[in-house]
């Protein structure tokens, strides 16, 4: 079995067994990882790892990434990636707007909204800023921006 430490970055995996103790378990559970449930390693950092899950954020070491057992989710191989990864041409959907308060709010204000499609048009030649097309208009992104909103690239 693979462990969730093993997983390449934006891989969408479902988690198979969490093996930790059951103070640990039950810490992981009232975060909402759960047998069954489908993450995505989005960043590592020394020892530290940051995993998305449920739409949020959380920080988990090493030690417990090597714990969770998971597996390859074989009917859906899109992979997950912030919206500045996407080249020219390339469409995804968007799964999660991260950012808080007045940034997050003007994001969703212009349209990035859990679901919506998007596709990159233009990159400046320096990739900042960028233009999408997004519900049937053309939006310029800051890179700083691009980088909060996470997208399930479509499938070619």
Known sequence: MTT???MPL?????????????????HMQDLGMTVGTKVAVVNHSGDNSIVLLHN???AL???LLMNILVKEITEDQQAWSSLDQ???????????VHGSGAVKRRLMDMGLTKGT???VVKLAPLGDPMEIRVRGYELSLRKSESEM???AKEAE
């Open 4 to 6: 969730l430490a093993e």
């Open 10 to 26: 934006n891989q969408v995996v479902q988690i198979e067994a969490i093996q930790l103790n059951s103070e640990l378990k039950r």
């Open 56 to 58: 949020t954020r959380v």
């Open 61 to 63: 070491d090493e030690s």
């Open 86 to 96: 996407l080249a020219i041409g390339e469409e995804g959907q968007i799964v999660n």
């Open 117 to 119: 499609k998007v596709k």
């Open 149 to 151: 909103v996470v997208v």
